[in-house]
């Protein structure tokens, strides 16, 4: 390989080592003003959008062991990486429904190659926040049904408690 190339090929698998996922997506028909965009609205997210060669990112991915992301390497493609999955495939999601681009072709989180069906299920998924709600709530649930039933035993226990002091004090 030559200098050049084995430059570029660092810098990748530098980018793809030190992230937690990549999203492969088609840009064409991107104007430059829209991709500029969306790498800016990426950036937000702490993700970064970055085109590269289809043969450099299938030499990447087979040193990496990702044997299903070769069917994604056709057309023109660019990787985004990044450390939160969920919010950079919402922000792709987001803006592909404002023109129609860019395209996910597929994607890698760890060891695991994601298609693009899976990638677009994870953008539905709701906000980190919320999900951790739901989970507290799930667990607290149990929890308070036990505090209103203990806390009804202890009524009950009283009522019997005072209906029999009222009877002890009727028959005096």
């Not at 660092?10 to 969306?38: C, H, M, P, T």
């Not at 970055?50 to 990787?79: E, H, P």
């Not at 919010?87 to 129609?100: I, V, W």
């Amino acid at each position: 390989m030559r200098l050049e190339k084995k430059s570029i090929y660092d810098e990748v698998g530098a980018r793809v080592k030190g992230s937690s996922f990549v999203i492969v997506a088609e840009y064409r028909g991107l104007k430059v003003d829209q991709f500029s965009d969306l790498r800016r609205q990426l950036k937000k997210s702490g993700a970064k959008l970055q085109v590269v060669k289809n043969r450099m990112l299938r030499l990447i991915s087979r040193d990496k062991g990702w044997m299903g992301l070769d069917a994604s390497l056709k057309g023109q493609s660019a990787i985004v990486t990044g450390p939160d999955l969920i919010q950079a495939a919402k922000t792709l999601k987001k803006f592909s429904g404002e023109g129609g681009m860019p395209t996910v072709k597929g994607g890698v989180m760890g060891d695991l190659v994601l298609t693009p069906a899976q990638i677009n299920t994870l953008a539905e998924l709701p906000p980190r926040e919320v999900l951790l709600g739901q989970v507290v709530g799930t667990i607290a649930a149990p929890l308070s049904r036990l505090v209103g039933v203990m806390k009804q035993k202890v009524s009950t226990i009283v009522y019997v408690l005072k209906a029999i002091e009222d009877k002890k004090n009727a028959t005096k």
